[in-house]
């Protein structure tokens, strides 16, 4: 049996939670519940089916629920990613996912928002009080069916010339359950195999592929329709697992379910995203400041 999903928490779930060589804590802040899920050894990170490296998730308040700048969420979400991004240099944020799709929209949503400054730089960052900028690029990918490009060439080849200290990658991902659609995040510093979640695996970004550590930001927007049934049936058998996949996924074409408001759920996810990386990356400015330059 295969139950899909591309959240840690989950991946845990399934796996059983004696799974050895993986440190695991959760703790309260704010209204939100943040676990942190270090997988430490080969043998955890075949049975978890994830790679070796910190896994980060936060359960938050709906987010079709609107989020302000002010709010001392942004700054806690931000605080959890800076703790996974080196401390200076130049950042290079990616949006993957299909803007045309509304549930795979999330990182280009999110990118959008995000403060790109680079090209700030000499006298005019001096003259107007931005030399306190970290440098940051911004790069939506799009997906292969539209560009032809695979993601990671797209990535690779833009780090090649850029040689920044850290990728970020946003993309949407898919969970096991619907109640964690819209409500939860994931931030990981094991990079990302765009797709997986709904059996579209592309080649993977992660640090041996691109130069550089690579963190990865996501929202689930997704359940695969046969997980849910599962799930929810509490299916522990081979027998009728098989029974359903051939009803649910005839000939391996997999369905996904996704929630009816999803088009305010990308844009307030999105939104999200986007503040918690510009708090994350500009260190030595105030959000506020950051709001005013959006």
């Known amino acids: 049996m295969e139950l899909r999903t591309d959240l840690a928490v989950e991946a ?13 804590s959760v703790r309260k802040e704010l209204g939100m519940e943040i676990s942190r899920m270090n997988v430490k050894t080969h043998n955890a990170s075949v049975k978890l ?11 938050v308040p709906a987010m ?3 989020i302000l700048a002010t709010d001392e969420r942004i700054r806690a979400i931000g605080r959890e990613i800076r703790q996974l991004i080196p401390v200076n240099g130049l950042a290079l944020v990616c949006g993957l996912g299909n803007p045309e799709i509304t ?7 999110s990118v959008s928002g995000v403060l790109a400054t680079r090209h700030i730089t000499g006298e005019i960052a001096r003259s107007t009080g931005l030399d306190r900028l970290r440098p940051v690029a911004v790069l939506s990918t799009g997906v292969t069916g539209q560009t ?6 797209y990535i690779e080849s833009i780090s090649k010339k850029l040689r920044p200290n850290v990728v970020i990658v946003v993309d949407a991902l898919a969970s096991r359950r619907l109640e964690r659609l819209g409500c939860t995040l994931q931030i990981s510093d094991t990079g990302i195999s765009p797709g997986a979640g709904v059996q579209n695996h592309r080649k993977r970004i992660d640090q041996g592929t691109v130069g550089a550590p690579v963190i990865s930001v996501g929202v689930p927007t997704v ?16 027998k009728t697992y098989e029974e359903l996949k051939s009803s649910l996924s005839p000939e391996n074409r ?36 950051i709001e005013s330059l959006m």
């Open 254 to 289: 997999s369905m996904v379910v996704t929630p009816k408001e999803i088009d305010l759920l990308i844009d307030r996810a999105g939104r999200l995203i986007s503040m918690c990386l510009n708090y994350a990356l500009q260190q030595n400015v105030d959000m506020e400041i």
């Open 223 to 238: 359940v695969d329709a046969l997980t849910l049934v599962c799930d929810t049936l509490k299916v522990d058998d081979a």
């Open 49 to 59: 089916k994830k790679e070796i490296g910190t896994y980060i998730t936060i359960d």
């Open 64 to 66: 079709t629920d609107n």
């Open 148 to 153: 032809g490009i695979e993601t990671l060439e």
């Open 103 to 109: 549930p795979d929209a999330l990182g280009p949503k």
């Open 12 to 24: 845990r779930e399934l796996a059983g939670d004696d799974v050895g060589g993986v440190e695991y």
